[in-house]
């Protein structure tokens, strides 16, 4: 049994704590008598559960693809990692001794290294720990699902954005336009739904794509997005 209290106010030695709604209090009353509760402390911007399950997660996604060990991986990233940020000492990922800061750098770090590598993710929604807005535009640019990671996903522009029926692709000015990377399964379940709701349900929102990321995605040649710079300025 694990849950997170609030501390109400204290007294000496003494302290009341109000405990979440869905517990069983006789049963922590139990457990209490019985001296196997056990009160354990940590700090509002220490590393999360959800953080470093993550973390261990996408050790299990390096695994998979490379054959190497979770232990010689975990090790390879932390070190890595440490240089990276210039640390001064080994990070550790217990409570306490990360912040919550820190750890999303590291989840921002493994996710880059994940992308650049081609390394797929086994698990949905694998970014909402990090910097969001940043990882996305990363995996816009290699085709990756942002529901899921799956590669050679379609380009969505989003309503007031979009590229509708009948429209030449190549005469359209990519840039600045909303967009996200989408599976044709998730794609095809946003269509299903309003792009608030599916924005909701996974959160994330549109990014704007710079001349950069439409050459890059092939919307655009370089030669275009100067003739449009052109038009739009005459």
């Not at 932390?78 to 912040?99: A, D, G, H, W």
């Not at 990090?130 to 699902?145: E, W």
């Not at 005469?171 to 990377?181: E, P, S, T």
């Not at 050459?215 to 449009?228: D, F, H, P, S």
């Amino acid at each position: 049994m694990e849950f997170v209290g609030k501390l109400e106010s204290y007294s000496g030695n003494k302290m009341i704590i109000d405990i979440p709604s869905g517990f069983d209090m006789d049963e922590i009353v139990r457990k209490s008598k019985q001296g196997e509760l056990v009160v354990d402390f940590y700090e509002k911007d220490t590393i999360t559960d959800l953080q470093r399950n993550h973390y261990w997660a996408l050790v299990g996604d390096i695994e998979e693809y490379t054959g190497y060990t979770a232990d010689v991986i975990d090790s390879y990233l932390r070190v890595q990692f440490m240089k990276l940020i210039s640390l001064e000492e080994y990070p550790s990922l217990k409570r306490n001794q990360m912040k919550k800061t820190v750890a999303s750098e590291l989840l921002e770090y493994v996710i880059d290294l994940c992308i650049v590598n081609d390394i797929p993710f086994r698990k949905q929604q694998f970014y909402l720990t990090i910097n969001t807005s940043k990882m996305l535009y990363a995996l816009t640019l290699k085709r990756l699902c942002w529901v899921c990671g799956k590669p050679y996903s379609d380009i969505h522009h989003t309503n007031g954005s979009t590229v509708g029926m009948g429209n030449d692709r190549t005469k359209v000015n990519h840039v600045g336009r909303g967009a996200m990377c989408l599976c044709r399964e998730h794609h095809t379940e946003m269509h299903s739904m309003t792009e608030i709701d599916f924005f909701n349900k996974y959160h994330i929102l549109p990014i704007k794509l710079n001349e950069e990321a439409v050459i890059t995605l092939g919307l655009m040649t370089k030669k275009r997005v100067e003739e449009m710079e052109a038009i739009e300025i005459g």
